[in-house]
């Protein structure tokens, strides 16, 4: 494969085939992924939730391909993460996949505009071409008029949605976003929600988020629980009436999952 090749976008977006992650704490060993088998369709929309632990942000660094697993693999479009030298991989996490982070980690010596087009330069694509290009989505996100402010004159909705434009300045197959809404209100983290749903609705944006919020979750398409590093469900949220719902059979789920370990403790 060159460094150039396309990717095969008739493969589902992401398979993951065994895979584990184990760490190392200075003389403990923690499975933080235990055996995960999934499959992330292109065009759909997924929500990982599950405890403090539970291997979510670890699964998501796996498929960003900024870990490697320990045993298992991280398939995307048909390329096995695992095979790709560091410099393809480095190429993989710039060309074909989109980060959102709770903290937005915007660079706050440049303005808006430079914090969406830095991944094109750091590509050396065409600066002009990108923004011309990409000037409807900054338009939906609602930036056009703050393209030429500093990160810290933002408010925190608005330092997310840059965040979200910077993400998909390379037009990722895949749009990854870990505790997005973590850092804001009820009304900003709906607004955020509303543009994932709309970016997964009507450009057909493969998405895989984590929250720990049911709130958030129910703009997914499926919800997946992750409980010590094991897949406990993979539910569609069509089978919900709201997040209220959603949020009762997930702390249900929760509990009968801890009484069931406490069970089995001598």
Same mark, same amino acid.
């Given at each position: 494969?060159?460094?150039?090749?396309?990717?095969?976008?008739?493969?589902?977006?992401?398979?993951?085939?065994?895979?584990?992650?184990?760490?190392?704490?200075?003389?403990?060993?923690?499975?933080?992924?235990?055996?995960?088998? &999934?499959?992330?369709? +292109?065009?759909?929309? !997924? @929500?990982?939730?599950? =405890?403090?632990?539970?291997?979510?942000?670890? #699964? *998501?660094?796996?498929?960003?391909?900024?870990?490697?697993?320990?045993?298992?693999?991280?398939?995307?479009?048909?390329?096995?993460?695992?095979?790709?030298?560091?410099?393809?991989?480095?190429?993989?996490?710039?060309?074909?996949?989109?980060?959102?982070?709770?903290?937005?980690?915007?660079?706050?010596?440049?303005?808006?505009?430079?914090?969406?087009?830095?991944?094109?330069?750091?590509?050396?694509?065409?600066?002009?071409?990108?923004?011309?290009?990409?000037?409807?989505?900054?338009?939906?996100?609602?930036?056009?008029?703050?393209?030429?402010?500093?990160?810290?004159? &933002?408010?925190?909705? +608005?330092?997310?949605? !840059? @965040?979200?434009?910077? =993400?998909?300045?390379?037009?990722?197959?895949? #749009? *990854?976003?870990?505790?997005?809404?973590?850092?804001?209100?009820?009304?900003?983290?709906?607004?955020?929600?509303?543009?994932?749903?709309?970016?997964?609705?009507?450009?057909?944006?493969?998405?895989?988020?984590?929250?720990?919020?049911?709130?958030?979750?129910?703009?997914?398409?499926?919800?997946?629980?992750?409980?010590?590093?094991?897949?406990?469900?993979?539910?569609?949220?069509?089978?919900?009436?709201?997040?209220?719902?959603?949020?009762?059979?997930?702390?249900?789920?929760?509990?009968?999952?801890?009484?069931?370990?406490?069970?089995?403790?001598?």
């Amino acid at each position: 494969m060159t460094d150039t090749q396309k990717y095969n976008c008739q493969e589902p977006a992401v398979q993951a085939r065994e895979l584990t992650r184990v760490f190392k704490q200075g003389n403990q060993t923690i499975t933080a992924l235990d055996g995960i088998d &999934l499959t992330i369709h +292109q065009g759909d929309f !997924v @929500a990982v939730m599950g =405890a403090s632990g539970s291997g979510k942000s670890t #699964l *998501l660094h796996l498929i960003a391909g900024l870990i490697r697993p320990t045993s298992g693999q991280v398939v995307v479009e048909g390329n096995d993460l695992g095979s790709l030298s560091d410099r393809r991989l480095t190429l993989y996490r710039r060309r074909r996949v989109g980060l959102v982070f709770q903290n937005y980690n915007l660079i706050p010596h440049l303005t808006t505009e430079e914090n969406i087009l830095l991944p094109l330069r750091a590509d050396g694509a065409s600066i002009q071409e990108g923004r011309d290009k990409r000037h409807v989505l900054w338009e939906r996100l609602g930036l056009t008029t703050f393209l030429n402010q500093m990160p810290d004159t &933002l408010s925190g909705g +608005q330092q997310q949605r !840059v @965040a979200m434009a910077r =993400a998909l300045s390379m037009e990722p197959a895949i #749009l *990854l976003a870990d505790e997005p809404t973590g850092n804001l209100d009820s009304v900003n983290s709906r607004k955020i929600c509303e543009v994932f749903d709309e970016l997964n609705r009507q450009d057909g944006r493969t998405i895989t988020l984590v929250t720990h919020e049911p709130g958030v979750a129910i703009f997914a398409k499926r919800v997946i629980v992750l409980h010590d590093g094991r897949l406990l469900a993979d539910w569609q949220t069509s089978q919900f009436r709201d997040a209220h719902d959603l949020a009762a059979t997930y702390q249900e789920l929760a509990a009968q999952t801890d009484e069931e370990q406490g069970a089995k403790l001598p």
